[in-house]
Structures are given as C-alpha cells and as structure tokens.
C-alpha cells in the first residue's frame, strides 16, 4: 500500500495537485483525521510493509452522512482508495449513496490491496504475492525439518479467509502434497485416502510429507483435527506435525512484484483519475459526475490492466463469503495431485494468446 500512496501522491504533485492523505480507514475519515500529505514525508515508504496510513476493517455504510460531510470541507475532486474486501464493498456503498449525497459525485477508483486475493475485477491484489513468498519460504524451512526428523508429515495452516488462493498457489511453489481449501469441499473419504497415499509414499523412500490447509476450509475439518488424524492412522509410519502461521504471513518487506505493480497501478489510476476530472469539471470550476464508469476498480485481468465499474462487479461477488464466483487459480489445482503423484485431470492452454481454453490431459501413478 505505501508504494502506491507515495507513486500516487509524488505523480500527482508534480502535476500540481494538492494530495491528502485519508488517515485511519473509514472510521478515520467520519472524524476528520485528513492531512495533506507532503513530498518529504513519503521517503522511504517504497520499500515499507502495511499502510503509513492506517486501515481498519469497517465499511462505509453506516458512516456516509459524515463521510460526505468531510468531503464537502475538504472539497474533494477525485478519491483514490486502497484495500481488500471491505475497501471494496465500501466504494460500493459510496457510489450507491450518490443521489442522497452529492459530495460522491466525483471520479472515483479503487486498487486492490490484500494478502487474500479475494477481491472481485483482479486476479492480482497488491500483498498477495508478499504473503506467497513468506508461505513459500516457510514451507522450504519446514520440508528441510521434516528431511532433518525424517517420516515427518507437516500440517500448516494458511491465512485467506474463505479464498484457498495462499494455500493453492503456496501449496504448488512448496511442493505440497494436498492443500484443502473452502472453495473444493473436502470429504472424510478424501482425507483417508490422503493418509492412505502420505503413507505408501513414505514407506516408499520419500521421508516427509506437506499438507497445506486454508483457515477456513471447512468448520469441522479443522487443521487441528487433520494433524490428529494424520498422528493417529501414521502411527509406526511417519509422525505428523501443525503449524498456524498466523499474522506471520502479513510482515516483512513487499516483493519487488508488489512494489513495482502498486507504482505502475498508481501512475494509471492518476492518469484515469486526471481525465475524469477534466471531463467533468462544470462552469462553476466543480467535478460533479454519477455514471457508473466514474467509480471503477483498477485491476489486472489476463495480463492487462483494466478498470471496472464498480457497481457492476455486484454480479461477479460471492458477499457471503467474501470471495468472487470466478477465481482464475482453481484450474492450476489438480497440478497440485498431479505433482503428488494422485491420479487427477488437468487443464492446458492452446497457445499462449487464448486464455483458459483448454484440452485436458490425464495423469495417474502409472504414468509417472
């Protein structure tokens, strides 16, 4: 997030506007905690994890009689917001909100920022690919310990809410034997056979085993009771291990991915935001626009960067669950069993221009 607050605001500055800085979430700016944000004080935030900002996980809905009123003082021209899901569901609210509360009739843009990569418009969130490289790195750690114990299954426990995408991709990067995540319900028989197959491939010459679990995968399936399934039925033939990496997976450094996609991100959003303004500036020198392509989410869809109305990705949202009904990732999953030596059907593209269009291919153990 403070890559593109500072790519933001410097870009912005130098072509004369006056940027400020919205401090403390929704709730901060229902208090007014806005500040203009000057150039001096954005030295060093490139390279700097979390948000110098301030977020906090509240939506705007029962906050926007005083969000407009502080939009009003401030004589706002344009919004750019940063965050996950509830930045998300907010610049929703905002936009529905216009015809009561003209201070939202303004271009509006929002960059998706979060570890969970739950947010509908992108397939990319900004601290998604951070978090993946911590995950990663704590895997190759763990697999090391379990080549040190030897016959040592590791039980981990990702963070993502309702979306498997940390698990998956992780559990693909670390060479995972299963991952279990909410979006691929997970049955009692599905566990046995994964103790059945972690055992042959133990007692097979393959001394340690990697099981990866979204923290809300299923309720009764808990990472707690997957580690005690797996000590129980491995018992004289492999010792297993549970591992919650928690907040762990939210610290250290962005990636120079993150880093260089939220300045990129940046730079569009301020351009988009710049023509809207200019478009829609009136006689008396105010913005003043309500079409639904003046609120919009910038993300990266199938290599390209592009900007949705926000209002229309309602149909592409799963609220319950925080997730969207599309998530591109799922198709790499039967790698994951492919790779474990399972028996599995995966999908592979035509060519590299056509996008999930696909033939399938079946691999089972004897062809491995």
Sequence with gaps: MNAVIRSFSRLAMFEGYTVLGLYGGVEGIAEGNIKPINWRELHGWAGAGGS??????????????????????????????????????????????????PEFCIPMVMIPATISNNVPGTEFSLGADTALNEIATICDKLKQSALGTRKRVFIIETMGGYCGYLAT?????????????????????????????????????????????????????????????YCEEGKGKFTARMNILGHMQQGGSPSPFDRNMGTKLASRALEWLTVQMKTNTRDDGKVYVKSNDSATLLGMRKRHINFSSIQDLKEETDYEHRIPLEQWWMKLRPLLRILAKHSATYQTSLTSKIEHISEEAEYSDDSM
């Design 169 to 229: 991709m992780a559990g693909l990067a670390g060479g995972a034997d299963a991952a279990y995540i909410f979006e691929e319900p997970v049955t009692i028989e599905d566990l046995r056979n994964d103790v059945y197959h972690m055992a042959s491939k133990i007692m097979g010459g393959i001394p340690r085993g990697l099981i990866l679990r979204n923290e809300n995968a299923n309720p009764n399936y808990t990472t707690e009771f997957i580690n005690r399934l």
């Design 52 to 101: 110098y900002l301030g977020t906090k996980r509240t939506l705007a809905g029962k906050y926007l009689k005083q969000i407009a009123q502080r939009f009003g003082e401030q004589k706002l021209d344009g919004l750019l917001l940063i965050g996950g899901f509830e930045a998300y569901r907010s610049l929703q609210e905002i936009a529905d909100a216009r015809d009561t509360y």
